[in-house]
């Protein structure tokens, strides 16, 4: 069975410039997860969708990120305009309902440079 | 709100060393607990898992405990390998709220021959 499935795997982009992440999770997973993880510290939650509906983009900024699950499988992770900061690996994750004990797994991650 | 300390790293360690990997966490409730692992290079991996207290993960000749006296869930492994090398992260999840994995700043883990 596959797992999940991210591109592009890295991206070097100048700053301004828009980029876009893509996610296939693992078949018949509903809930999908976008996680950020900076370099030396732990993945932070992005966002969080149950089937096509984000439940928690509480911590998405909005300003510059946005995200969609049009038909409740694969999504996307879009940032316009992309800042220095930014650079950084992109997760995504899946799990077969956001239940406790349900297993969440990641892909490889997409890595984002910024300069 | 939800939160996970580990131990900081990096943790070097001779091979056939004994392990351990320290972490607390703080909740609003029970939560399940998590420890990932992240070879160089590679995803996110789960490692093991405990849903409720008492209960012991483990895989792979590690081991960890839920408990909820100390609300800690350290990471043991007896006999450390070459290719244990990697990150380790300890995660923990609500069933209600975020609904979502929240981590530890992770573990860097050096084994050497």
């Known amino acids: 069975e596959a797992g999940v499935v991210q591109s592009p795997r890295y991206k070097i982009i100048e700053k301004k410039q828009p980029v876009a992440f893509w996610c296939n999770p693992i078949?018949?997973?509903?809930?999908l997860y976008w996680y950020l993880q900076n370099l030396g510290q732990g993945p932070e939650l992005l966002i969080r969708?149950?089937?096509?509906?984000?439940?928690?983009d509480s911590q998405l900024p909005k300003d510059r990120f946005s995200a969609e699950r049009l038909k409740g499988v694969d999504s996307t992770l879009k940032i316009q305009p992309a800042e220095l900061g930014d650079s950084a690996v992109y997760l995504c994750?899946?799990?077969?309902?956001?239940?406790?004990?349900?297993?969440?797994?990641f892909g490889e991650g997409s890595w984002l440079t910024v300069v | 709100g939800n939160s996970v300390t580990q131990m900081e790293g990096p943790v070097t360690l001779s091979e056939e060393a004994f392990l351990t990997i320290n972490c607390t966490y703080t909740?609003?409730?029970?939560?399940?607990l998590f420890w990932y692992v992240q070879y160089p290079g590679e995803g996110l991996q789960l490692l093991l898992k405990?849903?409720?207290?008492?209960d012991k993960g483990s895989n792979k000749g590690f081991e960890a405990t839920y408990r909820k006296e100390t609300t800690s869930f350290h990471l043991e492994k007896g006999s450390v390998q070459v290719s244990d090398s990697a990150v380790y992260f300890c995660?923990?999840?609500?069933?209600?709220?975020?609904?979502?994995?929240?981590f530890g700043s992770g573990t860097r883990l050096q084994v050497q021959p």
């Open positions: 994750a899946s799990s077969s309902d956001s239940g406790m004990g349900n297993t969440i797994y």
């Open positions: 405990a849903t409720k207290a008492d």
């Open positions: 909740a609003t409730g029970y939560p399940s």
């Open positions: 995660a923990s999840k609500m069933d209600t709220g975020r609904r979502a994995l929240t």
């Open positions: 078949s018949g997973h509903n809930t």
């Open positions: 969708y149950e089937n096509e509906e984000a439940v928690d």
